[in-house]
Structure formats: C-alpha cells, structure tokens
C-alpha cells in the first residue's frame, strides 16, 4: 500500500512537472508573439492574428490534457497526494486566467467556472479558434483579389492614356500636313497673281514697241526689245511653276490632303471610343464610393431632400416647379443641371461634360454637397432599370467628382421608375437630377 501511494505521489508530482513546461512553452510562444513595436505593417498584423489563433488552439489543448489528467488521477490521502492534486488545481487556474485573459481579447465571453462542462468550453474553444482562422484566411484571399481586380483597372487606364497620348500625337502630325498643303494652295495663288501681273506689262511692252516702231532709234527698240525678252522669259518660269503646282495639286498634294483628312477623322472615331471606354471605367472604380444602395446612408441634408422628392411622384409640371422653388427656399438646395440618356445608355457626350464643366467652374468657391439621383422610365423590367439607373448615376457622379473643388461633396442615389417629367415621352424621365445643397 505504501509503495502504491508513492506511485501515485510520483505520478501526480511528473504529470505537475509536465504541465509545468507545458504553461512555461505557452508564456513562452505568447511572449514570443508581442508586437515590438506600434509601428508593425500590415503583414505583421496578420501574422499576429494566426500567431493569436494558434495561441488559443495551443492552450486550448493544454487545458484540455490538464482536465484529462485532473480527471484521471487518483485521489490520495496522503500529503504528497494532496500537495500534487493542489498544484494541478493552482496550474488549472493559471491556465483558465491565461484563457479568458485571450478569449476577452479576441471578444469572446469567458469560460464558465464549472468543471463538469470542460469537455465542452474545450469544444467550443477548438471551433472558435478553427472559426478565426478560417476568417482571417477568407479576408486575406479577398483583398488579394480586390487589389488584383484593382491593379489590373488602373494598368488598364494607364495604357489607354498611353494611347490616347499616341492619337493626339498623330492628330498633330496631320494638322501640319494639311496645313502645308493649304500653304501650298496659298503659294498657288501669289503666282497666279504674278502671273497676271507679268502678262499686264507684256501687253504695255508690246503696245511701247508699236508706238516705237515708226521711230528712226535702234537704241530704244533694242531696250524695249530686251525688257520683253525678260519678261517673257520670267513669264514662262511662273508659268512652269505655277504648272507644276497644279500638277502637285491634282495628284499629290490632294491626295496627302484627303487622305489626312480621313486619317484625322479615323483618329478622331478611336479618341472618342478610348475617351468613352475611359469615362466607363472611370465610372466602375467610382461606383464603390459615389453610388449608395439605400438613402439611411446619406448625409443628413442629402437625406431630407431625397425624402421629399420622393413625395412627389404624382405632381404635375406645375406643381413639380412648385415644389422644386420651396425646396429651394426651405433647404438650401436647387437642381443646377439635368442629363438624359438615350435608351438602354449611360455614356455621356463630350459636350454635355463641357456643360457640367461650365457649371462647377462658377461653384469652385461654395462649400456643397452634389446629390445625384437617377430616375428610370416605367418601359422594361424593374431589376433592369435599376442596374443602369445606378450606372448612368455614377457616371454623372464620376464627372462631377473630377470638376469639382476639393473642399466639396458627391453622391449618387437611385430613386426609381417615374412619369414625373413626362407621361408620354420616356426619354424625358431617363434622366439624372444633380442637386447642389449648400452646407
């Protein structure tokens, strides 16, 4: 009996030891896990968090062999028994401290005091931590792929600028082109002029020489002879030059002209496709941080003006005018520009940009907030009319966050299918309002 008793003492004082090194590896990987430094980057960051997470499934386990061996050991009455069974109970509650203290980090509630639910707070634990970690990986794979997404969108635009550069560029060349050869129209016609003066006083020359004629002086025929002959010789380069001219004229210099010409509006079709195609992708990378899905998420000004257009689906033109001018009054806010859209589009032309431009430069001073709502026409399916509602909103949105001051706001709604404007015409209610609310 007594050598069992020793057995037991000596098991209970190793299992102690073991649990010993075991806390002291745990301290030890938390200790190792500190940040050095408030200054880490965002990789250290996440390693901190599978560090954490591994911390919890590593005590996790300690405390679960802890309960096992507490569990399973015999209870002895001698005093190196209860020695043993007081150093685990002290170890286990070291090991529950070290556990919340984690738990209460990471948010999660504390473990209950009760022993007889230690299989399953053990459980629980496991599950959590395998919950953490299978979110940290999650968030990690999908900003890679946002920031991919992203790369790959600016690399795009970057390249089409490169191109558009390149168009100009060649626009440029063909301008000179076409005015070289208008300046050798312009050239045409000075000689044609020379030319017609020069004939003039041939004609003089030769009426001098008729008058000389019955004149007994050599001396002057001879002169007048000789002012002729250069004059005829003179006359005849014109004539080559200006035969030459409009030989280049008809052949060369026409054709270069065309041909510049059409060069220069086949530019100018693939300036407009790259501008259009820049305006489209300008308007996606914007639709994230200019277009919200729901009217709770607008500033408050913004919200009570979209609140009270919303009343007014079944005014009519007088009553909308109306309302729009106590809107005016009553909130400081008034309608500054109304795009339409042809069916089925969201680009906008360069011309109504250069009128939005026109617009903002006579605001740069104002401290506003741009509201931009988007309406649809009743035609087609509501999910449709949506979607490009809220592309033809961001759109106008995207333009206007370029032009305006940097101390001003934009966002874009989407309000919905309406016959406001015009119960017959759907053009007229495929429309985006820009709002400007001065705060």
């Known amino acids: 009996m ?11 004082q190793t299992n102690n030891n073991d649990l010993n090194g075991l806390i002291a590896e745990a301290q030890a990987v938390i200790e190792s896990s500190k940040p050095s430094s408030l200054a880490e980057t965002h990789s250290n960051q996440t390693r901190s968090s599978l560090i954490t997470t591994s911390l919890i499934i ?62 399953t707070t053990a459980e629980r634990l496991r599950k959590d931590a395998k919950s953490l970690a299978s979110l940290a990986s999650s968030w990690e794979a999908e900003l890679e792929t946002k920031n991919a997404a992203i790369g790959e969108l600016e690399a795009q635009l970057a390249s089409r600028d490169e191109n558009t550069k390149f168009l100009y560029s060649q626009i440029a060349t063909l301008k000179n082109q076409a005015s070289e050869s208008a300046g050798a129209a312009s050239q045409l016609v000075i000689l044609s002029e020379d030319l017609k003066t020069a004939n003039d006083q041939i004609e003089r020359y030769r009426i001098q020489l008729g008058e000389l004629q019955g004149r007994p002086s050599n001396d002057q025929l001879s002169d007048i002879r000789k002012q002729l002959n250069e004059s ?111 069916k089925g589009s969201s680009r906008i032309t360069f011309d109504r940009e250069k009128i939005i431009q026109d617009i903002l430069d006579k605001r740069q001073d104002r401290k506003s907030l741009f509201l931009v709502i988007g309406y649809a026409s009743v035609s087609g399916k509501a999910d449709s009319n949506r979607e490009l509602s809220a592309k033809r909103a961001t759109t106008v949105a995207s333009i206007v966050n370029i032009l305006k001051a940097d101390d001003q706001q934009v966002k874009a709604v989407y309000l919905g299918e309406t016959k406001r404007f015009s119960p017959d015409t759907e053009i007229e209610n495929q429309i985006c309002e820009i709002w400007e609310i001065k705060i």
Do not use: C
């Open 58 to 119: 590593l005590i996790v386990f300690l405390l679960f062999v802890m309960l096992m061996l507490s569990i399973g050991s015999k209870p002895s009455p001698s005093a190196g028994g209860s020695e043993g069974l007081t150093a685990l109970e002290l170890n286990n509650d070291q090991l529950r401290a070290q556990v919340n203290a984690e738990r209460s980090r990471n948010g999660l509630p504390p473990l209950p005091p009760s022993s007889a639910s230690a299989f």
């Open 2 to 12: 007594e050598t069992e008793k020793t057995q037991d003492s000596n098991d209970s």
């Open 232 to 342: 005829l010789s003179k006359n005849g380069k014109l004539q080559l030059q200006i035969d030459d001219l409009l030989k280049a004229a008809n052949s060369t210099s026409s054709k270069i002209y065309d041909e510049a010409l059409t060069e220069i509006e086949n530019l100018r079709g693939d300036n407009h496709k790259q501008r259009y195609e820049v305006q489209r992708l300008r308007a996606e990378l914007d639709h994230s941080t200019l277009f919200l899905k729901s009217d709770k998420d607008l500033p408050a000004e913004a919200a009570q003006l979209y609140a009270k257009l919303t009343t007014l689906e079944d005014a009519d033109q007088k009553q909308l005018g109306a309302a729009y001018e106590d809107i005016r009054k009553t909130m400081n806010a008034q309608i500054i520009h109304r795009q339409t859209f042809t």
